[in-house]
């Protein structure tokens, strides 16, 4: 099953040095049911940019966690096998596409590796700042959000992590 999981470029280096985003559990996001009656789509590739998306959306929360991290949202597409990957079966959940990876994860095995560009620093780092208030409800900071989403990630092969993350 390929996962989308959201990292951080300071996290992205840590998987770099250890050569695993973790060992479980791991919060990740991926083409499930509840996604597909979500998003109303039986194609793949919408399926697929939808799961990104919220694995976006999840990098932006953990940069917001992290304010010494870059300003960059990182989400890491992987394939893992399906017997460590728990889906919530709750079709009304907040997040449809969200995911649990309950076994170690490699890198190694990462498909590709999507990263802002360094032009979207401002807009994410206005909509990590403005996070909170748009799950509050504030429009104007959900407007805010979705702009980050205005700048699409871009696509590296794996074999450039080293050059994303300086090493």
């Known amino acids: 099953m390929r996962v989308y999981v959201p990292l951080t470029l300071s996290g992205l280096t840590e998987a770099h040095k250890t050569g695993e985003l973790g060992s479980g559990p791991l919060v990740a996001y991926a083409v499930t049911p509840a996604l597909r009656e979500w998003y109303d789509s039986e194609d793949v590739e919408e399926l697929e940019y939808a799961a990104l998306g919220q694995a976006a959306l999840a990098s932006l929360r953990l940069l917001d966690a992290d304010r010494a991290a870059p300003r960059r949202r990182v989400v890491v597409a992987v394939d893992v096998a ?23 994860v490699a890198l190694a095995k990462a498909a ?22 748009a799950d509050g409800g504030d429009g104007g900071a959900r407007s805010v959000v979705d702009g980050a989403e205005d700048h699409e990630l ?11 993350v300086g090493s």
């Open 82 to 104: 399906d017997r460590i990957v728990e889906a919530d079966g709750d079709h009304d959940a907040a997040d449809p596409g969200e995911v649990r990876v309950t076994g170690r």
């Open 112 to 133: 590709a590796v999507h990263v802002d560009a360094d032009g979207a620093e401002a807009a994410v780092e206005a909509a990590a700042e403005a996070l909170a208030a």
């Open 154 to 164: 871009l696509w590296f092969a794996p074999q450039e992590i080293p050059h994303l």
